[in-house]
């Protein structure tokens, strides 16, 4: 008899006991290295791609807040900024629990034909990133693909916007910089544009707008393409998009229609609902406000050659001066027919402060730019505003609201002729009597017309 000595299997056993625990530690392996990229990428990398975005548009803000300081503040101004001869730049500014980082530098690259400043703004916010120092996510690039850690350039240990761009992104002064730490930064850049007094509206009143009259309409057009022609009614007019914009705001609900508006109206409180006079929107219900107007402070000093105007005065400045310093007269009235002469061949700039009452005429020359501005009231015919140009933006009127509240402002324009001016007068009361075509804007206190033909704008 033979007995069989049954062989053991516990090594085939431990052998699948290791190779089951490999396999899964190879896959929790590749679960937690995925996991550790993709924490790394949202923790750190991603969150320092939008916050950089966030550092920069606060330095885009820290500089429109010196801007508007030029207007409202210009003696603070850009104080403690660096001039740099072009413009300004701020010191880097620390900020936010995770320390970011911001600059940003202002130039002005234009001024507008009514002399006022346009401003860039470039502005650079840094962000620190936490983490493993490597990209990883998606890098791929094809025809239909473009990885997003591409996209989110890191500086590891170089500044790879310096290094391909420069430090002003002109392809000028390129350099490899290195950084302390690594960081992402990001660049955003802004224009800071004048909003005129006049918005955007043809007329703006505070209180009451009563008119057109019966017979007229309120329409626009654009002065790039040459003299105004009404055009509002003949869709196929190659300038029939331009002349739907003489759009009336009023500050409160005192709106008494009259003729025809091509353009929008809104109101604050007021009834005024659709009908075949008014060709665009109406809405009932927008308050705004307008602050009162006070004489410009940044204006050059007076020339002593004209106190006042009395006869006729033929008035040729001693420089064409510029938008943004315009030659400035003061005078004590103005009841004499003055005629303002261009300077030569040059675009000329003048700026009159009429302390008194207005009620002589004016004639102001091709490429002749003017600014009045009266502290009294405005008592003319219409024939008496020539502006030779038929540019509304050359002949510009500005009534200084009084510092007394009681007191009252008027401007009062009566027929024959027609004229091409805007007024902004917020605590003037304005009255335009008889069938004057007008060309222009206004921005006044109250409204009344009575008989107009044709008002553009």
């Known amino acids: 008899?033979?007995?069989?000595?049954?062989?053991?299997?516990?090594?085939?056993?431990?052998?699948?006991?290791?190779?089951?625990?490999?396999?899964?530690?190879?896959?929790?392996?590749?679960?937690?290295?995925?996991?550790?990229?993709?924490?790394?990428?949202?923790?750190?990398?991603?969150?320092?791609?939008?916050?950089?975005?966030?550092?920069?548009?606060?330095?885009?803000?820290?500089?429109?807040?010196?801007?508007?300081?030029?207007?409202?503040?210009?003696?603070?101004?850009?104080s403690g900024w660096n001039n740099t001869g072009a413009g300004y730049s701020n010191s880097p500014a620390a900020f936010g629990r995770d320390n970011l980082m911001t600059t940003a530098a202002v130039d002005v690259f234009y001024h507008d034909s009514s002399g006022n400043p346009w401003y860039r703004i470039r502005a650079k916010g840094v962000a620190p990133v936490l983490g493993l120092t490597r990209v990883t996510m998606d890098d791929r690039v094809d025809s239909g693909t473009r990885g997003d850690s591409l996209l989110r350039k890191i500086d590891f240990k170089y500044d790879h916007f310096?290094?391909?761009?420069?430090?002003?992104?002109?392809?000028?002064?390129?350099?490899?910089?290195?950084?302390?730490?690594?960081q992402i930064a990001r660049r955003v850049e802004l224009i800071a544009a004048p909003v005129?007094?006049?918005?955007?509206t043809a007329i703006r009143a505070l209180t009451s707008f009563y008119g057109p009259g019966s017979a007229a309409s309120v329409d626009s057009y654009n002065s790039k393409n040459g003299p105004y022609y009404f055009c509002a009614d003949n869709p196929s007019d190659p300038h029939y998009s331009d002349s739907h914009s003489g759009s009336v705001a009023l500050g409160n609900g005192d709106f008494d229609l009259g003729g025809v508006i091509w353009g929008n109206v809104s109101t604050n409180g007021g009834n005024v609902t659709a009908g075949s006079s008014i060709h665009g929107t109406i809405d009932n219900n927008v308050p705004f406000t307008i602050p009162p107007y006070v004489m410009p402070s940044n204006l050059p000093l007076p020339s002593p050659s004209l106190t006042r105007i009395t006869g006729n005065v033929a008035l040729t400045p001693s420089t064409a001066g510029s938008s943004i310093s315009p030659v400035v007269y003061s005078v004590s009235s103005f009841s004499g027919n003055l005629t303002i002469n261009q300077v030569g061949t040059a675009q000329t700039y003048v700026a009159i402060h009429v302390t008194g009452d207005i009620t002589g005429s004016i004639d102001v020359k091709p490429n002749v730019h003017v600014k009045i501005y009266f502290d009294g009231n405005v008592s003319v015919k219409a024939r008496d505003i020539v502006n030779e140009s038929g540019i509304a933006g050359n002949l510009q009127f500005y009534g200084i609201s009084p510092t007394d509240p009681a007191a009252t402002q008027s401007i009062d324009i009566a027929s024959p002729g027609n004229f091409s001016a805007t007024f902004y007068a917020p605590s003037a009361d304005f009255h335009i009597n008889g069938n004057p075509d007008v060309t222009g804007g206004d921005c006044l206190q109250d409204i009344l017309r009575k008989r107009q033909r044709q008002l553009a704008f």
């Not at 310096?162 to 302390?180: F, H, Q, R």
């Not at 005129?196 to 955007?200: E, Q």
Request: with cysteine.
């Open 1 to 78: 008899m033979r007995i069989f000595k049954q062989k053991s299997e516990s090594g085939s056993a431990l052998i699948c006991v290791l190779c089951t625990i490999l396999i899964l530690s190879v896959i929790a392996g590749n679960v937690l290295f995925n996991c550790i990229t993709r924490y790394n990428a949202a923790s750190g990398q991603v969150r320092g791609w939008k916050e950089s975005l966030y550092a920069a548009e606060a330095g885009g803000d820290l500089a429109y807040a010196e801007i508007r300081k030029t207007v409202f503040d210009p003696t603070h101004a850009f």
């Open 196 to 200: 005129t007094p006049f918005g955007d």
């Open 162 to 182: 310096i290094a391909a761009y420069g430090p002003n992104g002109d392809n000028t002064g390129k350099a490899i910089v290195p950084v302390l730490r690594p």
